[in-house]
């Protein structure tokens, strides 16, 4: 029986390739957050071994994966990004970029698929073996096929490991070896590529070790000032800060977006709800459970409040080994936005509503002119006057996301004012 299907994809993949110029176009999935060298090497090595032509990234706006607010603001992001090597960033809407790995892979590789014009997305992976990553994502799609894996699932579960961690055990029966963060977001897009039938074809190139992790720059610069860094002054380490501190909008900054930020934000809302008796249960991530903690840690007192009662303490007193200390953290910021369980089921029901598009190279003006219609980059075109997404649901956590963000970090400007940017 003939695919019509997949005949109609063949055609349209060579289509765009054509008015690209033969042109080949690999996708990223990134946060920036902060941008460093380690970076810049995954981008080199991405034009080095795919032969790239331009490289498209979708990037978290606002919030991030980790379930925190950005480091840097998106527009400090996007700027050091194109200046090193980015040629188009679409934002991956805060939906999505405060979910689980799975919806975050989902939400990226949806987005990437439907531009039309990217013919491979590339990721980086500790262990750099493509087969042994799309193995497992295979195997994960079909667990249920296999009875063993899920009885060591649930007995590791049982002896109080986390999900996460009682996955990894169970699967090394079949796949032996640790499975490290990047390798398990890498299985995730394979996963998610599979889950929406999508035709891209994948890369990975091997994460270079010598390179500070962002979570350890994120560290260090919420510690010290940015020339003040002492913990790391030798070798490669440092250079992975030399990025950052060149940048004038960046270096001499005191405060950067985090959790503790969004404190009184936080007590307030979660006081509101307890006040109007309203349920946290239909809000992304929260079971009944997590409900009763968050509710029962606000009436003992002290949680999220005066000087002990950090975000941080509040959230480690909430996981447990069914909830991750990210789970927590994503779980409240979904109170915060207003994010329910609905909107993911509805943002996974149908097309993207728009492509936020925050930055374009010079080099790479060319993909402008095969972006989706429902594209927003137009300069001079502010988001509120975007026919037809004023009262989108996607729409609207974006910009209450980004009112949030602006409180808490000055000096960004209000989101109907920004245009993307060209560099």
């Not at 071994?49 to 527009?75: C, N, T």
């Not at 070798?235 to 501190?245: M, T």
Request: glycine content about 6%; charged content about 30%.
């Amino acid at each position: 029986m003939v695919d019509k299907v997949k005949i109609l994809h063949d055609i349209k993949e060579r289509v765009f390739r054509k008015m690209i110029n033969g042109k080949k176009v690999v996708g990223v999935v990134t946060e920036f957050n902060p941008f460093h060298d380690g970076h810049a090497y995954f981008l080199h090595e991405i034009r080095k071994k795919y032969a790239a032509d331009y490289i498209v990234a979708v990037m978290s706006g606002d919030f991030v994966q980790r379930g925190e607010p950005a480091f840097l603001s998106k527009w400090e992001r996007v700027k050091l990004a194109l200046k090193r090597g980015v040629d188009l960033i679409v934002q991956l809407p805060v939906l999505f970029s405060l979910s689980g790995s799975l919806d975050f892979a989902y939400g990226s590789v949806k987005l990437l698929s439907e531009l039309g014009f990217v013919d491979q997305i590339v990721f980086g992976s500790e262990c750099g073996d493509l087969e042994r990553l799309r193995e497992t994502a295979i195997f994960l799609r079909k667990e249920e096929e296999h009875p063993e894996y899920q009885a060591k699932l649930r007995k590791y579960l049982a002896n109080g490991d986390s999900y996460p961690k009682a996955r990894e055990k169970a699967l090394s029966l079949y796949y032996p070896g640790e499975i490290l963060p990047n390798d398990n977001l890498g299985i995730s897009y394979l996963m998610a590529a599979d889950i929406l039938k999508s035709q891209i074809e994948f890369g990975v190139i091997q994460r270079n070790p010598a390179f500070s992790s962002a979570h350890a720059i994120r560290i260090e610069k919420r510690e010290k000032a940015m020339n003040e860094i002492s913990a790391l002054q030798s070798g490669k380490k440092r250079d992975n800060f030399l990025i950052l501190e060149k940048e004038e909008s960046v270096a001499g900054r005191e405060s950067y977006g985090d959790m503790e930020s969004l404190k009184e934000f936080l007590l307030y809302r979660i006081l509101e709800l307890e006040r109007e008796e309203q349920s946290l249960s239909s809000f992304l991530d929260i079971s009944a459970d997590l409900e009763q903690r968050i509710f029962k840690r606000i009436r003992e007192g002290g949680a999220l409040r005066g000087k002990e009662g950090t975000v941080e303490s509040f959230i480690q007193s909430l996981k447990g080994k069914n909830y991750t200390y990210s789970r927590v953290s994503r779980a409240l910021l979904h109170v915060l936005l207003h994010i329910r369980e609905e909107d993911m089921k509805q943002a996974k029901a149908e097309k993207s509503p728009y492509f936020r598009i925050l930055g374009c190279s010079k080099r790479a003006e060319v993909l402008l002119h095969y972006l989706p219609e429902n594209s927003i980059f137009r300069l001079g075109h502010s988001l509120r006057e975007n026919l037809g997404l004023k009262d989108n649901y996607m729409m609207k956590i974006d910009l209450f996301g980004r009112k949030i963000y602006q409180a808490i970090l000055l000096g960004t400007e209000e989101e109907y004012r920004e245009f993307f940017l060209k560099i």
